[in-house]
């Protein structure tokens, strides 16, 4: 039993060991390293994204972080979530963008928390704006012989009504739901992108998309390149070797899989259906 004791004990030493000194063991704790994000897609569910970013975060190892994003966009609040964890994590290390195919509307509301945002000459980004859109189907629903029922507390509570034609009174209200939120989009980008005064901002915030070459001559990103340039940008930042292997927390295999994957399309699966969203979406 002695000897086996000693021979678990030496090989349970090894492996600390080897775990140290391995790239992805333990999250690659001992090996200074460059962290990667990817947002891909429609952002609707933004806790796997703030649950990886709050784990960037906390590792000692990760010294900066690269948010890749291809995203036409998503949800007001989802973007909004992802934004201010990225305000928080760019407190303590420094959060480099790299803008893909598309990286739009919320995809470029969540770039504007990074300290510096790169894009391809190609890159469709920008459209700067809110979108709220319904269907009517009270010509439908008279043609199929529905009869709609309802009872409500207040005269505004179902507005709006996929059954209704809207009024002039609603439309007043919604918009001014539409006029506070791309309030707060420019209000973003006016604190991500501190050079440009504020009159530009508005000028260029009218939904409009942008080439990445457009972008970056009209200010609002700060470099040409793609996830080469960013990873060497910020490799020279934090004095790394630019051919270091950037990490990644593998969100299959790891140990919170159960936070960032399954969970998280659980999550997206329970959503109640709604045809009423603010979004930042390009369109």
Same mark, same amino acid.
């Given at each position: 039993?002695?000897?086996?004791?000693?021979? *678990?004990? @030496?090989?349970?030493?090894?492996?600390?060991?080897?775990?140290?000194?391995?790239?992805? @063991?333990?999250?690659?704790?001992?090996? =200074?390293?460059?962290?990667?994000?990817?947002?891909?897609?429609?952002?609707?569910?933004?806790?796997?994204?703030? $649950?990886?970013?709050?784990?960037?975060?906390?590792?000692?190892?990760?010294?900066?972080?690269?948010?890749?994003? $291809?995203? +036409?966009?998503?949800?007001?609040?989802?973007?909004?979530?992802?934004?201010?964890?990225?305000?928080?994590?760019? =407190?303590?290390?420094?959060?480099?963008?790299?803008?893909?195919?598309?990286?739009?509307?919320?995809?470029?509301?969540?770039?504007?928390?990074?300290?510096?945002?790169?894009?391809?000459?190609?890159?469709?980004?920008?459209?700067?704006? %809110?979108?709220?859109?319904?269907?009517?189907?009270?010509?439908?629903?008279?043609?199929? /012989?529905?009869?709609?029922? =309802?009872?409500?507390?207040?005269?505004?509570?179902?507005?709006?009504?996929?059954?209704?034609?809207?009024?002039?009174?609603?439309?007043?209200?919604?918009?001014? %739901?539409?006029?506070?939120?791309?309030?707060?989009?420019?209000?973003?980008?006016?604190?991500?992108? +501190?050079?440009?005064?504020?009159?530009? %901002?508005?000028?260029?915030?009218?939904?409009?998309?942008?080439? /990445?070459?457009?972008?970056?001559?009209?200010?609002?990103?700060?470099?040409?390149?793609?996830?080469?340039?960013?990873?060497?940008?910020?490799?020279?930042?934090?004095?790394?070797?630019?051919?270091?292997?950037?990490?990644?927390?593998?969100?299959?295999?790891?140990?919170?899989?159960?936070?960032?994957?399954?969970?998280?399309?659980?999550?997206?699966?329970?959503? +109640?259906?709604? /045809? *009423? =969203?603010?979004?930042?979406?390009?369109?």
């Amino acid at each position: 039993m002695v000897t086996g004791s000693a021979v *678990f004990i @030496g090989l349970s030493l090894i492996l600390v060991i080897l775990i140290q000194w391995t790239d992805q @063991g333990s999250f690659g704790m001992g090996h =200074r390293q460059i962290g990667l994000i990817e947002v891909n897609g429609m952002i609707l569910d933004p806790l796997p994204v703030v $649950e990886q970013i709050q784990t960037m975060e906390q590792l000692d190892h990760v010294l900066g972080v690269i948010l890749r994003i $291809e995203s +036409p966009g998503g949800s007001v609040a989802a973007s909004q979530e992802i934004h201010e964890a990225l305000n928080q994590l760019r =407190r303590n290390k420094p959060v480099y963008a790299s803008l893909g195919s598309v990286a739009a509307s919320g995809g470029y509301y969540i770039a504007c928390g990074t300290d510096r945002i790169i894009a391809s000459a190609g890159t469709l980004t920008g459209s700067i704006g %809110v979108l709220l859109e319904w269907a009517n189907l009270e010509e439908l629903g008279k043609n199929a /012989g529905v009869k709609m029922y =309802r009872i409500k507390s207040g005269k505004y509570k179902n507005v709006p009504s996929l059954f209704e034609e809207i009024q002039e009174n609603e439309r007043d209200l919604l918009t001014g %739901v539409v006029d506070d939120t791309h309030e707060q989009f420019v209000q973003a980008v006016l604190e991500g992108r +501190p050079g440009l005064e504020e009159s530009r %901002v508005r000028e260029l915030a009218d939904g409009r998309v942008f080439s /990445g070459k457009q972008a970056f001559e009209a200010g609002l990103v700060d470099e040409l390149g793609g996830y080469a340039s960013v990873v060497r940008r910020l490799s020279e930042k934090l004095g790394l070797s630019p051919n270091e292997e950037v990490f990644q927390l593998d969100l299959e295999d790891s140990g919170i899989s159960g936070l960032l994957g399954l969970a998280s399309l659980e999550r997206w699966m329970k959503q +109640p259906f709604s /045809g *009423f =969203r603010l979004n930042y979406l390009m369109h």
